[in-house]
């Protein structure tokens, strides 16, 4: 079955920085993935959503790429800010187009 | 306006007694689903409703009963609870059941604590 992993140390960088989190899954290259964002006590959030016939995504800093060869999504933050502290999820579907497996998510500290 | 909302937001119980989550939704979306997120932070779907009718059912113990009485709500009975069900309970929905185009939008959780 498909698998996610998501590096489980958190992240440190420095404000202004720019922060690079890694998705990578297991078996068959999927047919799109997602990238949420979830701050503690609260449910996940929607970011962006990349297909396999993509190789890039940007919504203002933020930017994601679907490698189908490495099996791997990238997930950059340019011009950090402490406010992007939090713990970024990848997802992608497994079984059916309706069914969202999740990794368990790298946490960003960004200091000031 | 929260566009999903849970009750209760903490649920604290006992081992064998029967509890209830409620969701509602106020977006217009067909699709509703529950995910537990447990102590490694990974979520898990249970189940998925589109138009009221089931449509995922994980392997789930059959003492989780999830409701729909209309496309807006989805409520998740639990009986008999285990000391294992303790975790955190998210509801959330999509606008279609196809996620290639249609993200999931989530509740804050239902955190549960089983003593």
């Known amino acids: 079955s498909q698998k996610i992993e998501q590096n489980s140390e958190a992240l440190n960088i420095q404000e202004g920085k720019t922060a690079t989190l890694t998705c990578n899954y297991t078996n068959y290259s999927p047919a799109y993935l997602q990238w949420y964002r979830q701050d503690p006590g609260r449910g996940p959030v929607f970011l962006l959503l990349?297909?396999?016939?993509?190789k890039e995504k940007r919504k203002e800093r933020l930017k994601v790429t679907f490698d189908t060869t490495l099996k791997q999504s990238l997930f950059h933050i340019t011009a950090s800010q402490p406010a992007d502290s939090a713990t970024y999820l990848c997802?992608?579907?497994?079984?059916?187009?309706?069914?969202?497996?999740f990794g368990a998510g790298t946490r960003l500290a960004v200091h000031p | 306006d929260t566009a999903v909302s849970q009750t209760p937001k903490y649920l604290v119980t006992q081992m064998g007694n029967d509890k209830s989550i409620k969701c509602e939704q106020n977006l217009g979306h067909d699709t509703m689903y529950w995910y537990k997120q447990d102590s490694k932070k990974f979520l898990k779907i249970m189940f998925s409703?589109?138009?009221?009718?089931?449509?995922i059912n994980e392997t789930v113990p059959n003492r989780f009963s999830p409701k729909s009485p209309d496309k807006a709500h989805l409520n998740l009975h639990i009986n008999s609870l285990e000391l294992g069900d303790s975790a955190v309970y998210f509801c959330?929905?999509?606008?279609?059941?196809?996620?290639?185009?249609?993200?999931?939008?989530f509740g804050n959780g239902t955190r549960l604590t089983v003593t």
């Open positions: 959330a929905s999509s606008q279609e059941w196809q996620l290639d185009n249609s993200p999931l939008h």
């Open positions: 990349i297909r396999e016939n993509e």
């Open positions: 409703y589109n138009n009221k009718e089931l449509i």
């Open positions: 997802a992608l579907p497994s079984g059916g187009y309706n069914k969202l497996i």
